[in-house]
């Protein structure tokens, strides 16, 4: 009795020692499987900061020489553009109002010529022309005022603005690092000087 009892606890013990294992060998593969998707994970985590850390540390390198020269030049530009567009609408005197006429064109031309050797540079740089906040703000005080009161607020502007540009056009044509731009700096320092001086005239009537 005994020896039929234990012919059938056997294979019963067998199937439930392979169930275990099983079950053992399943729990098993189920931690590899949460081990290996919680690698891939970190892995993806830590290449993203990696992307993110790039990115950062582009957007915090500074600009090289050319590139700020050009972003000021373009932003001086823009900005002269502007407010003598104002000036058309603005201002009281005839004097004024031609002489922001010679800004629009005088402008518009330094802003081809200093895009064209700006993409002639290696590498190739593109100028910013965003305006500044303090140009912004320039621009906000001088859209309040009209008649002689404009005229006065714009041209001591023009002065200033124009002394900047001249020091910025002299420096760069003397030391700038990109042949294209450096060459297209000595040629308009010569115009802004003549800006220069007619702004001076007109500032001081």
Same mark, same amino acid.
């Given at each position: 009795m005994i020896a039929t009892a234990l012919r059938y606890l056997t294979p019963l013990a067998l199937? @439930? #020692?392979? $169930? +275990?294992? !099983?079950?053992? =060998? &399943? @729990?098993?593969?189920d931690t590899n499987a949460t081990t290996t998707t919680t690698t891939d994970d970190s892995g993806m985590a830590n290449a !993203?900061? +990696?992307d993110t850390n790039m990115a950062n540390?582009?957007?915090?390198? /500074? &600009?090289?020489? +050319? %590139?700020?020269?050009?972003?000021? &030049? $373009?932003? #001086?530009d823009a900005f002269e553009i502007a407010a003598a567009k104002l000036a058309e609408t603005n201002a009281a005197s005839a004097g004024v109002k031609d002489f922001a006429r010679k800004m629009i064109k005088a402008h518009s031309d330094s802003t081809a010529k200093?895009?064209?050797a700006a993409s002639s540079a290696a /590498?190739?740089?593109?100028?910013?022309? @965003?305006?500044? =906040?303090? %140009?912004k703000g320039k621009l906000d005080d001088l859209g309040k005022l009209k008649g002689a009161d404009f005229d006065k607020a714009y041209m001591t502007g023009q002065v200033a603005a124009h002394e900047e540009?001249?020091?910025?056009?002299?420096?760069?044509?003397?030391? !700038? =690092? $990109? /042949? #294209?731009?450096?060459?297209?700096? !000595?040629?308009? &320092? /010569?115009?802004?000087e003549q800006h220069l001086t007619m702004a001076r005239a007109l500032a001081s009537k």
């Open positions: 199937v @439930t #020692s392979l $169930a +275990a294992c !099983g079950h053992k =060998d &399943a @729990t098993t593969t !993203g900061m +990696a540390a582009t957007a915090m390198a /500074p &600009a090289t020489p +050319a %590139q700020a020269f050009a972003d000021k &030049a $373009a932003k #001086s200093i895009k064209l /590498p190739a740089i593109t100028p910013d022309a @965003t305006l500044t =906040d303090d %140009q540009a001249l020091a910025a056009m002299k420096d760069y044509a003397a030391t !700038g =690092d $990109a /042949p #294209s731009l450096k060459k297209a700096a !000595g040629e308009i &320092a /010569p115009v802004v």
